[in-house]
């Protein structure tokens, strides 16, 4: 059975690059960073490439944010979960989970005589 890690994120390298830079972060932002992505891996269903450009990217908002002294309640809002999904709802189109989606919907609109 392949490694978690592997199946959710993909390539090892392009992991261990990320977390190299999350652990160089300031601890306040680290431990938000490092929420974000325990969401993800619980929630976020992303494809591994995705999910890799999506950590990433967080990564570099993180980073940017605490080179600036960016406050993190101006970064995420009132309600981190919102953010999270809303960067999550970002990275899937067009992802699996969309194509997947469409294809239901067909699927039952062409049973249904709906087409």
């Known amino acids: 059975?392949?490694?978690?890690?592997?199946?959710?994120?993909?390539d090892k390298r392009r992991w261990r690059q990320y977390r190299a830079r999350?652990?160089?972060l300031p601890p306040d932002y680290r431990t938000a960073v490092e929420g974000i992505q325990r969401y993800l891996m619980y929630?976020?269903?992303l494809d591994a490439d995705s999910a890799n450009s999506l950590f990433e990217d967080v990564a570099?908002?993180?980073e940017r944010a605490a080179?600036?002294?960016t406050p993190i309640r101006q970064i995420v809002g009132d309600d981190p979960v919102e953010f999270v999904d809303?960067?999550?709802r970002n990275y899937r189109q067009g992802g699996y989970i969309?194509?997947?989606q469409r294809r239901l919907?067909?699927?039952?609109?062409?049973a249904a005589g709906d087409r």
């Open 60 to 62: 570099d908002l993180f």
């Open 22 to 24: 999350v652990h160089q």
């Open 43 to 45: 929630f976020g269903a």
């Open 67 to 69: 080179a600036d002294g």
């Open 1 to 10: 059975m392949p490694n978690l890690v592997t199946k959710l994120v993909g």
């Open 98 to 100: 969309e194509r997947e």
């Open 105 to 110: 919907i067909e699927a039952i609109d062409e």
């Open 86 to 88: 809303d960067l999550i």
